[in-house]
T-cell receptor
């Protein structure tokens, strides 16, 4: 049973436009969420996180939105750049110190 | 500042053999976690160590084991290898157990079982 799901395995966006990556979760005990970016042959790199006490967190071109009632979070990248092309994983945790449960990833391709 | 170092980068083993993978965390980091990445299952948690103690364990058979040394370096061992164990094994370190600080991942060890 996948507790964290990324239903879109891939997404293609034009450079300069907005990229929206989605993630759904089922475990209501999750209260901390993270996004990681992964390039081929490298480990995932931490991107941005959000606590369940917030509904939005912004860091430069990256914004994460959390809708607890819908158990849904999304990552917005504005404007998208070709260097953003990578696999993006969302992850969730029950509380600080717990293991991360990852989604299956979404491959983002930003076309010049 | 050196990142998380995993050795070896690539490994080919035969079914039935055993394998040991190594992870050196970022200097000062005392928490080490291991994840398995496969195309079908994504990233799955194996175990987490802090101060030489296993704090959490994922849903993997007993063939998968690990340990952490006093210098925070960690090893994981897989015995009686199966074809399905072929995967990218990722190690992540953090100052202390706690996702608030975010984990730093190594580049992984690509294990192929033939």
């Amino acid at each position: 049973d996948q507790q964290v799901k990324q239903n879109s395995p891939s997404l293609s966006v034009q450079e300069g436009r907005i990229s929206i990556l989605n993630c759904d979760y089922t475990n209501s005990m999750f209260d901390y969420f993270l996004w990681y970016k992964k390039y081929p042959a490298e480990g995932p790199t931490f991107l941005i996180s959000i606590s369940s006490i917030k509904d939005k967190n912004e860091d430069g071109r990256f914004t994460v939105f959390l809708n607890k009632s819908a158990k849904h979070l999304s990552l917005h990248i504005v404007p998208s750049q070709p260097g953003d092309s990578a696999v993006y994983f969302c992850a969730a945790s029950g509380n600080a110190g717990n293991m991360l449960t990852f989604g299956g990833g979404t491959r983002l391709m930003v076309k010049p | 500042k050196a990142g998380v170092t995993q050795t070896p980068r690539y490994l080919i083993k035969t079914r039935g053999q055993q394998v040991t993978l190594s992870c050196s965390p970022i200097s000062g980091h005392r928490s080490v976690s291991w994840y398995q990445q496969t195309p079908g299952q994504g990233l799955q948690f194996l175990f987490e160590y802090f101060s030489e103690t296993q704090r959490n364990k994922g849903n993997f058979p007993g063939r998968f084991s690990g340990r952490q040394f006093s210098n925070s370096r960690s090893e994981m061992n897989v015995s009686t290898l199966e074809l399905g164990d072929s995967a990218l094994y990722l190690c992540a370190s953090s100052l202390t157990p706690g996702t608030n600080y975010g984990y730093t991942f190594g580049s992984g060890t690509r294990l192929t079982v033939v």
